[in-house]
């Protein structure tokens, strides 16, 4: 066995090292240059802008500069929106689920004993450990249970939304109004559009503008195509033109989106896949040394030096984790 003095010197070290690779990661993240860079294409973005609309005729410029201030407008809205804290009301709308709030909290509330009890009688873990374990449980897996349904739920949208814009596109340049083309998606379509239109369909008997029942859809659906729909709508209501022409264009944006997602899917699967194995790798080492010798690895957590290596370990494997999480997840 190794002195007391060595260990304490290891864990000081090991604790060191923890604190400087917490702070190299903050200040790269931070200090990478990142914001220059975007201040740079903005820039650079409007001075070409700028360019091309000195070149052209006026009547063109005013419109051109008419759709820009409305795209500037909505994506302030958007921005500001993404930056409010989400309710949890929003986060059940975006689930799909018609629940209360006060009863979520309610469930929630009661996983608390649920899980500790089930912990502290099943695994033998001391009553804190099994305390600390249902905290955690009642409020995390409640919200983890709520954003696999909206990325779900969200999945599933995009897979038709395409189509219900060539619906809209059809409809407009049959003769239909677009009140009918939507009422034509909320009937016809499969839940989550088919819900989401019917709700938009139902403001509008309301009396509610079309381009406000896009941005509360957008609130229900946080996806960037809902956001390019009421983008084009209320450019056109602003602007004027061939809305159909507009819409179709829009299909075919969202329809190449969908095979740029296909494709870095596909080419980052192998790095998941990694990613997940690493991750994996020490609890089924850990699980498989406690099947095969138990004795040796009770030491973890029958001493008090092992709690503060269970502790430190744990906290590695966050880190490590969202790091890999950061390099695997690509925005298009």
Request: charged content about 20%; glycine content about 8%; aromatic content about 8%.
């Amino acid at each position: 066995m190794l002195s007391p003095e060595i260990i304490f010197i290891a864990i000081v070290f090991l604790a060191a090292l923890a604190v400087g690779g917490v702070i190299y990661f903050v200040a790269v993240h931070y200090l990478s240059g990142g914001s220059k860079s975007e201040k740079r294409i903005q820039s650079v973005s409007k001075s070409s802008s700028a360019k091309s609309r000195s070149g052209s005729s006026d009547e063109a410029a005013n419109r051109r500069k008419k759709i820009e201030q409305s795209i500037d407008e909505m994506d302030a809205k958007a921005k500001a929106k993404a930056k409010t804290r989400v309710t949890i009301r929003a986060r059940l709308l975006r689930a799909g689920l018609r629940m209360n709030h006060k009863t979520f909290y309610v469930l929630s509330f009661l996983m608390f004993p649920l899980v500790g009890s089930l912990l502290y009688v099943l695994s033998g873990v001391p009553i804190y450990a099994a305390a600390g374990a249902g905290f955690v449980a009642s409020i995390g897996l409640p919200r983890w249970i709520l954003s696999f349904l909206a990325k779900r739920r969200q999945k599933n949208f995009i897979a038709e939304f395409a189509n219900a814009i060539d619906i809209i596109v059809r409809g407009v340049k049959s003769g239909l109004p677009l009140f009918d083309c939507l009422n034509i998606i909320a009937k016809e379509s499969l839940d989550p559009l088919k819900s989401e239109f019917m709700e938009l369909v139902e403001q509008q008997k309301l009396g509610v503008p079309l381009g406000k029942g896009l941005e509360r859809m957008y609130e229900r659906m946080p996806l960037q195509e809902v956001n390019f729909l009421g983008i084009v709508i209320s450019i056109q209501q602003q602007s004027g033109g061939n809305l159909a022409d507009t819409l179709q264009n829009l299909s075919n944006v969202l329809r190449e989106r969908k095979k740029l997602h296909g494709k870095i899917r596909a080419f980052s699967q192998e790095a998941k896949s990694s990613a997940a194995i690493i991750g994996a790798l020490p609890l089924v080492v850990m699980l498989l040394v406690y099947i095969t010798t138990p004795h040796y690895i009770s030491l973890l957590w029958t001493e008090k030096i092992g709690h503060y290596m269970l502790a430190g370990s744990a906290l590695w494997m966050l880190c490590g984790i969202l790091v890999m999480r950061k390099m695997i997840n690509f925005d298009y």
